[in-house]
């Protein structure tokens, strides 16, 4: 599957993929801005902005841009991360060209008026009120904050409530102006999908974006430690996190698998080890996040406040164990679920749209199946081990708790354990 | 795209749906059997067993389950609800075999063993324990149980900590022989399946399961009510509910394009009333829930202690005046979310395996697109405003609070908003 690009004038990329037998198409338009982008009285602004296009435009109103997408049974909706904003559309095919003209619309022409800011500010804290009353989405907001304290990076999306409260109306559209650019920018849609038609109607639309990229985030510094929040919860959430590759450094495919192989599904150690041998847990798993400069390796699990310190302490000798025992079987098995997964992301037009939205951002180009195949062909045991060893040493760990007391270990103390 | 189906001579129905141009597949085993079928000391066993057949079986421990699924990159997944349990996998299409000899294995001959279960109910707790730190979503516990208190109908699928503690081997085991019959299966398949391969696959796996149908669970009598649980949490959450129609109802299609004009997306009356115009709340939306015997339309919000008393009651007059003056052109709106959702949902092998499995256990077939879109757009305006005002009536009201105290009224206040 290999997907058709071209460039606008204003070096806006358009990147689209075909899919034969669908009827429908998905759509997005990926910006290479997000909060990493921010300084600390500016966090939150990212995602305000995301928000407050959705308040009106210079052709439509909020109930304008709402109906005239579900008049045609669409979706249109946003989101903004440490590094990217999307703004994205799911359509019947027939209707691609009302998807970009109302995705052009936001971004080209928002209104950001003084009084539907005040409004959706208390839209925003309510959604922040809901982040902090989910423990297992909070507690990755202070992870990343040990991780990189005092950093854009470290800062979470959604800003601060004194932020939030803060933004004018002229801050938020500085903002824009000065970060949104098109040479930032990737159209990519998915599905049942006309290149040169795509291309014509994201000419018309967005050809009038500034041009340029935007400046160049800080880059981040990884220092670690712990945060304990005591809650009166059911559960006590821990996250351990230690730095990770970046997006295109040689040691991803590596540090993927050994994910994969620690906590990646229910034959994964960590699984097998602390929820089926043990019954510690419900919940338990790892990921892999990589940015631009940085990375994060973290594992997530919630547990009861007598199992906690006996469930972080397993967790981390399963963890320490697997930079060295690595099987040829596990890694057989870490392979057909990476490849397998490709293949299963590759039939939804929605998931392929975002994939090939990002990928363009990151790489300047869609990564080729079989160049991914070949990559995780290629590591071998050995080296899975070796980088997933250096990878666990490389700073010190950071630990997040979020829930009832617990005697769980100081993490210079847990630090021990990772040999 | 019709299915084929047909019927093993135990009774056990096969069907799957054929999608070109697809290189994976999704198959499940749909059990017409949930938590509906316990009494008050059984409650939590549907889920127990659930949990217990991947813990062994004759011919695989709980490690090669985990890793025979795995070893081809395939997910093998289960769950209970109040009247389904569901064994699913994903997988490559050349997979398709072991993917019906796993599922058939966890059914056909799981252990049951007591020191393994012993373990299990540990995981279980903790679930549990995960379920109440998660308001938004304990919360539908509770308004289950207001709307109908004492029955099986209104209790939770994961049951009690008590009762879970009290489960022996030997009830679980006894659970299954008296609900596990092949009359109330359907294994259901999508993607790139041929069907009478399938079909032979199924008769060698499953053809062996005792024939017969469950014992008819009681009928579910509403109640409604209020309940109030104060705890320390950023937001006020609240759940309201009145009974709706059964899957089979006349009236299916008018609640349900009520309940999409009510709450359904962002141009939705709720969405723009509660959130647009006051900016009370992040999240507001609404949802049908049909059964067999009775239904549940239910309003969910979340807001801050302030706000509470206001946005609930905006949401009640909000939801009370759209049974009066719903506009031909919310009408058509709502069709064409409703008919877009549809062609989106037939794109997904996963989503439509799921689909197919259901509707064969509640209609004994797949209802056809064509009679789907034939039967939303026969639906009135004033078809709609009737059948939704005599639902908004139908019964008292029942209400969930879950969050920091608040003034918000009484029910049987509440409900007198509601004409």
Same mark, same amino acid.
């Given at each position: 599957?290999? $997907? ?23 759509? *997005?338009?990926?910006?290479? &801005? ?18 407050? &296009?959705?308040?009106?435009? !210079? ?14 049974? /669409? ?52 959604? %922040? /009120? ?10 990755? #907001?202070?992870?990343?904050?040990? !991780? ?13 409530? @004194? ?10 559209? /500085? ?12 159209? !990519? ?12 109607? !994201? ?17 981040a510094r990884y220092v670690g430690g712990e945060r304990r929040d005591v809650r009166e919860l059911e559960q006590v ?5 230690? $730095?990770a590759c970046t997006y295109t450094s040689p040691d991803y495919y590596a540090q993927m698998l050994f994910s994969v ?8 150690? %960590? ?16 990921? %892999? ?26 967790? %981390? ?59 995780? #062909? ?8 070796? &980088? ?14 979020? *829930? ?8 210079? @103390? ?6």
């Amino acid at each position: 599957m290999t $997907p058709k690009i071209s460039t606008l004038a204003n070096g806006l990329r358009v990147a689209t993929l075909h899919m034969p037998g669908l009827e429908t198409a998905a759509l *997005g338009l990926y910006i290479d &801005v997000g909060a990493r982008s921010e300084t600390a009285a500016q966090n939150g602004i990212a995602h305000v902005l995301e928000h407050m &296009v959705f308040k009106g435009t !210079a052709k439509r109103n909020a109930r304008q841009i709402a109906e005239d997408i579900e008049d045609v049974g /669409g979706h249109l909706n946003a989101y903004t991360t440490r590094d990217h904003t999307a703004y994205y559309a799911r359509i019947l095919a027939s209707d691609l060209a009302l998807g970009i003209d109302m995705i052009a619309d936001l971004v080209t022409s928002p209104n950001i008026d003084v009084d539907d800011l005040s409004k959706e500010k208390e839209v925003i804290l309510q959604e %922040l /009120g809901q982040a902090l009353d989910t423990p297992d989405d909070i507690i990755f #907001d202070h992870l990343s904050d040990i !991780a990189w304290p005092g950093q854009a990076m470290g800062r979470p999306v959604i800003g601060t409530a @004194e932020n939030i409260r803060s933004f004018t109306a002229e801050g938020v559209k /500085g903002w824009q102006t000065h970060h949104y650019h098109a040479g930032s920018m990737v159209l !990519a849609a998915a599905g049942k999908v006309d290149h040169d038609r795509l291309l014509a109607l !994201a000419d018309k639309a967005l050809g009038g974006i500034a041009s340029g990229t935007r400046p160049e985030p800080e880059a981040a510094r990884y220092v670690g430690g712990e945060r304990r929040d005591v809650r009166e919860l059911e559960q006590v959430h821990v996250a351990l996190a230690v $730095p990770a590759c970046t997006y295109t450094s040689p040691d991803y495919y590596a540090q993927m698998l050994f994910s994969v192989m620690l906590g990646g599904g229910m034959s994964s150690r %960590l699984f097998q080890e602390v929820r089926e041998e043990r019954g510690l847990v419900y919940s338990i798993s790892c990921s %892999l996040s990589p940015y631009t400069d940085t990375g994060m390796f973290s594992i997530y699990l919630a547990t009861g406040q007598d199992n906690a310190r006996k469930a972080v302490a397993v967790t %981390l000798e399963t963890w320490a164990k697997a930079t060295r025992d690595i099987t040829d079987k596990e890694m057989q098995r870490a392979k057909a679920q990476a490849k397998a997964g490709l293949f299963m992301s590759m039939e939804s037009c929605a998931g392929l749209s975002e994939t090939l939205g990002r990928q363009m951002l990151i790489f300047g180009r869609m990564i080729p199946t079989h160049e991914i195949i070949a990559a995780i #062909d290629a590591c071998t045991a050995e080296q899975v081990m070796r &980088v997933a060893h250096a990878m666990m040493l490389d700073g010190p760990l950071s630990m997040a708790i979020v *829930g009832p007391e617990t005697d769980i270990a100081p993490v210079a @103390e847990l630090q021990k354990v990772l040999v």
